[in-house]
Nanobody, 121 residues
Framework: VQLQASGGGLVQAGESLRLSCAAS????????VGWFRQAPGKEREFVAA????????YYTDSVKGRFTISRDNAKSTVYLQMSSLNAEDSAVYYC???????????????WGQGTEVTVSS
């Protein structure tokens, strides 16, 4: 499974951005997908996850109500819609695929290369 994250960029505080994670696998619906982020000097942290069917989603508390994870299995793509962005959201965002939608990195076997999000205040 290969994952390609895209959509990062430089935005102003309060603006929105949508990240995409495209997978090169025919059985994409078999995989849960998670988004993680890593800011400079900090550990990688969980952001959001979605089950293979898309029926369940999970978020870390700091993004609840601002970020929405979704997927289009026909396009083998997962999205992370981010709104009301603030400086604390600045990080490299990674998508990952695995068997279970979870908040732990060890639950995911495949990782994308990351896309950088910078929020200026």
């Amino acid at each position: 499974v290969q994952l390609q994250a895209s959509g990062g960029g430089l935005v102003q505080a309060g603006e929105s951005l949508r990240l995409s994670c495209a997978a090169s696998v025919r059985t994409f619906s078999s995989y849960a997908v998670g988004w993680f982020r890593q800011a400079p000097g900090k550990e990688r942290e969980f952001v959001a996850a979605i089950t293979g069917s898309g029926s369940r989603t999970y978020y870390t508390d700091s993004v609840k109500g601002r970020f929405t994870i979704s997927r289009d299995n026909a396009k083998s793509t997962v999205y992370l819609q981010m709104s009301s962005l603030n400086a604390e959201d600045s990080a490299v965002y990674y998508c990952a695929a695995g068997a279970l939608a979870a908040a732990t990195m060890t639950s995911y076997h495949y990782w994308g290369q990351g896309t950088e999000v910078t929020v200026s205040s």
